[in-house]
């Protein structure tokens, strides 16, 4: 079986030491290609770094909502400057109303920039959505149907928003949270995303999936070669063969992120 992380952190400093041996584990596991999401100005180097050395990462620039406080006076120029010249996706970006202290006007004048700068070089969008759908529906709205698919990473909203979602052009994606005993809204959301439009990642190193540990034991971190019981557990979910399951899931990561590909 065939596998592409569609959301990942590998420029996270909890894993640079071992980033040949996730690479590896990766690879043994089928994982083909992890799209890397840098979350602020300062991880785009290491993360170009990362896309360069090793084929099998898909970089991926963009300001997380959670550290719009580091943006420099050129944000919008140095994002330009850096994912105009190479194939590359864009975020991780979005908007995340957990916080009420949160800036929200900020949050969302950044996301539009994100969406525009996506749409006018044609690239997929790798977007994060907490507790502002309806504000995400808004700015959809406004804006119309994505030119270029993207999609919501780590999905957690309802199962009747997918249909909405999906006709703004955007795919749905999923992480260890299905492998969550009680996750009864993510279980309903996996059920309800069209065979077209589901995909697969890990948001290493977090979200570990659920593996029978037992309790009390260490957190540990989480790697793309964690997509194997991810798709198992979607799968189940589903109703589906996991290879059918794997395939589908690998197919629509090369649609939606041919711009990227080598």
Do not use: W
């Given at each position: 079986m065939k596998y592409i992380d569609s959301?990942?952190?590998?420029?996270?400093e909890r894993i640079q030491g071992d980033i040949p041996g996730?690479?590896?584990?990766?690879?043994?596991?089928?994982?083909?290609?992890?799209?890397?999401?840098?979350?602020?100005?300062?991880?785009?180097k290491r993360t170009r770094s990362l896309s360069r050395e090793y084929g099998s990462i898909l970089p991926c620039y963009g300001i997380h909502p959670w550290f719009l406080d580091s943006l420099s006076d050129r944000w919008e120029q140095v994002l330009g400057e850096q994912a105009a010249p190479e194939p590359c996706a864009i975020g991780e970006?979005?908007?995340?109303?957990?916080?009420?202290?949160?800036?929200?006007?900020?949050?969302?004048?950044?996301?539009r920039f994100h969406l525009e700068l996506a749409n006018t070089l044609g690239r997929p969008v790798n977007i994060h959505i907490r507790k502002a759908w309806d504000a995400l529906i808004q700015i959809l709205k406004k804006s119309g149907p994505l030119k270029t698919p993207g999609l919501i990473h780590s999905y957690?909203?309802?199962?009747?928003?997918?249909?909405?979602?999906?006709?703004?052009?955007?795919?749905?994606?999923?992480?260890g949270s299905v492998t969550r005993p009680n996750a009864k809204k993510v279980v309903k959301a996996v059920r309800?995303?069209?065979k077209d439009r589901i995909l697969l990642e890990t948001d290493a190193p977090d979200i570990y999936p659920s593996l029978d540990e037992p309790a009390g034991s260490t957190p540990r971190l989480n790697e793309p070669a964690n997509l194997v019981p991810i798709a198992g557990a979607a799968a189940r979910i589903r109703g589906m063969n996991v290879e059918e399951l794997a395939e589908t899931a690998y197919d629509n990561s090369l649609k939606i992120f041919s711009p990227v590909l080598p």
């Open positions: 959301h990942c952190h590998l420029h996270d996730i690479l590896a584990r990766a690879e043994e596991a089928g994982v083909r290609y992890m799209v890397s999401c840098a979350t602020m100005e300062s991880n785009f970006t979005g908007l995340d109303f957990m916080d009420k202290a949160a800036d929200r006007d900020k949050q969302i004048r950044v996301f957690s909203g309802s199962a009747d928003l997918i249909p909405v979602l999906e006709k703004f052009n955007l795919y749905i994606s999923f992480s309800a995303v069209s």
